[in-house]
T-cell receptor, first 114, second 113 residues
């Protein structure tokens, strides 16, 4: 099993540009989570999906952020336009069916917005 | 409201010494509690979890944690620290079937020779 795959691992962009982060969950997992990690705020849940449907997006900071899960094997987190305060490490995690409780994290994407 | 507090953002221990990382929680419903570890430039990995049943939970790499409802705590311990234990440790709280987790701020563990 390849684990959760995220791309790119590092992204450097300029303020105002669109950024798209990608995640491939573990096959067969029903839940997918997007987190953001910063020194100031720690690890924050942004949004999560169940069977490709967004369940809770209350953690999405503002309208500049959007997330999609068009199928069970792919999700994107888009920031448009990006701002320097969006600089963080973004993690994707997946979880199998209810009852196991364990989230499996990807290696993260380190985003730097100049 | 559900919340987790990790006491001490940095903990330093000598190799071979006891590791104790503290976590207190606040929850109005029976909690699900987790400890995750993050090594540099990597994602989080589950160390152990408590959902129901036995309050002393054993995890990977020799770690264990005890759920104490009366103290609203879920402290992580390891009898003897190894250099390889140096990492960031996160306590997390869920409130039903682990759907979404509230993470603590993390504790950075330093192990000195």
């Amino acid at each position: 099993d390849a684990g959760v795959i995220q791309s790119p691992r590092h992204e450097v962009t300029e303020m105002g540009q669109e950024v798209t982060l990608r995640c491939k969950p573990i096959s067969g997992h029903d839940y997918l989570f997007w987190y953001r990690q910063t020194m100031m705020r720690g690890l924050e849940l942004l949004i999560y999906f169940n069977n490709n449907v967004p369940i809770d997006d209350s953690g999405m900071p503002e309208d500049r952020f959007s997330a999609k899960m068009p199928n069970a094997s792919f999700s994107t987190l888009k920031i448009q336009p990006s701002e320097p305060r969006d600089s963080a490490v973004y993690f994707c995690a997946s979880m199998p069916v209810v009852g196991t409780d364990t989230q499996y994290f990807g290696p993260g994407t380190r985003l730097t917005v100049l | 409201a559900q919340s987790v507090t990790q006491l001490g953002s940095h903990v330093s221990v000598s190799e071979g010494a006891l590791v104790l990382l503290r976590c207190n929680y606040s929850s109005s419903v029976p909690p699900y509690l987790f400890w995750y570890v993050q090594y540099p430039n990597q994602g989080l990995q589950l160390l152990l979890k408590y959902t129901t049943g036995a309050t002393l939970v054993k995890g990977i790499n020799g770690f264990e944690a005890e759920f104490k409802k009366s103290e609203t705590s879920f402290h992580l311990t390891k009898p003897s620290a190894h250099m390889s234990d140096a990492a960031e440790y996160f306590c997390a709280l869920g409130y039903r079937s682990g759907y979404a987790l509230n993470f603590g701020k993390g504790t950075s563990l330093l192990v000195t020779p």
